[in-house]
C-alpha cells in the first residue's frame, strides 16, 4: 500500500515538490504503469476474459448487455483511451457488470478490497455521485471511462474542474466549508493509518481551515469554479499535488 498525505489538495504544511527539487510540476506521462495504478482500472481489469479475443469480439460485445454503451471510436474520440485500451476495459466492466451499469454499493465494495485498513464506505458514496453524472443511481460505461480518462490523462484544468465536481456535493455549483471538511475526512478515514506523517485527529479541520481560506478570496463562505480554478493553478504545492489522483481513484 502507497502512503499518502490523504488528500487531494495536497498538505499545505509540506514544501512544494516543484521548490524541494527545482523543477515545475509536470503531467504524469501516459504509460500503462500510470493506468494500473488507479483502483477503479485493476478492478475492472481483475476478471479480464483471456487473452486472445480480437477487436470484434470486443465490438460484438457492446450489443449483448443491458444497457448498450456508446461505440468503440466514438468513446476513443470522446477519451485519451487507445481503442484496444478500451476493449480490455470493456472487457473487464461486462464480466463485473453484466447489466452495464454500476450501483453504488459495487463502488463501496470495490473500495473496501483496495483500502481494508481504513472504513472507505463514505469516499465511495462521494466518489460515485461524482461520475454519476445524470445522477440516476447508476453509471454507465461511458459515464466511467470518460471519468477515468480525465483523472490519469486529462489536463490540470480538467482535472481541477472534475475535483471542483467531487468536492460540491450538493451540485449547486459552490463549495462550502462543511463540503470541503466531509471529502477531506472521507479520504483519511479511507486511508486509515498508511498515512505519512501519522495524522493528527484535527488535521482535516486544519487543512481544509487553511485551503479553505485561500480559496474563498471574497470571504462570502462559498468557493466558486472560478475561486477554485484560480487558486489551484497559482498554488504550486497544490498543482505538485494533483498526481495523488492516481493513489484514491
Same mark, same amino acid.
Given at each position: 500500500m502507497k502512503v499518502s498525505d490523504g488528500s487531494l489538495l495536497g498538505d499545505p504544511g509540506r514544501t512544494p515538490l516543484s521548490r524541494k527539487e527545482g523543477v515545475k510540476w509536470q503531467r504524469p506521462r501516459l504509460t500503462r504503469q500510470a493506468l494500473m495504478r488507479c483502483c477503479l482500472v485493476k478492478w475492472i481489469l481483475s476478471s479480464t476474459a483471456p487473452q486472445g479475443s480480437d477487436s470484434s469480439d470486443s465490438e460484438l460485445e457492446l450489443s449483448t448487455v443491458r444497457h448498450q454503451p456508446e461505440g468503440l471510436d466514438q468513446l476513443q474520440a470522446q477519451t485519451k483511451f487507445t481503442k484496444k485500451e478500451l476493449q480490455s476495459l470493456y472487457r473487464g466492466f461486462k464480466n463485473e457488470c453484466?447489466?452495464?451499469?454500476?450501483?453504488?454499493?459495487?463502488?463501496? +465494495? !470495490?473500495?473496501?478490497?483496495?483500502?481494508?485498513?481504513?472504513?472507505?464506505?463514505?469516499?465511495a458514496h462521494f466518489l460515485f455521485n461524482a461520475f454519476d453524472a445524470d445522477r440516476n443511481g447508476a453509471i454507465r460505461f461511458e459515464d466511467?471511462?470518460?471519468?477515468? &480518462? !480525465?483523472?490519469?490523462?486529462?489536463?490540470?484544468?480538467?482535472? +481541477?474542474?472534475?475535483?471542483?465536481?467531487l468536492y460540491d456535493i450538493n451540485k449547486d455549483g459552490y463549495i462550502t466549508k462543511e463540503e470541503m471538511l466531509a471529502i477531506v475526512k472521507s479520504i483519511y478515514d479511507m486511508m486509515g493509518r498508511h498515512t505519512y506523517p501519522i495524522l493528527r485527529e484535527d488535521a482535516p479541520l486544519e487543512h481544509v481551515e487553511r485551503f479553505f481560506q485561500k480559496m474563498d478570496r471574497n470571504q462570502d463562505g462559498v468557493v466558486t469554479i472560478d475561486e477554485f480554478l484560480e487558486t489551484c493553478q497559482k498554488d504550486e504545492n497544490i498543482m505538485? &499535488?494533483?498526481?495523488?489522483?492516481?493513489?484514491? !481513484?
Open positions: 453484466p447489466t452495464g451499469l454500476v450501483d453504488e454499493d459495487t463502488f463501496k +465494495l !470495490i473500495y473496501s478490497q483496495f483500502f481494508p485498513q481504513g472504513d472507505s464506505t463514505t469516499y466511467f471511462v470518460v471519468g477515468l &480518462s !480525465i483523472l490519469l490523462r486529462g489536463t490540470v484544468h480538467e482535472k +481541477l474542474k472534475w475535483a471542483f465536481n505538485s &499535488s494533483m498526481q495523488l489522483f492516481e493513489n484514491v !481513484i
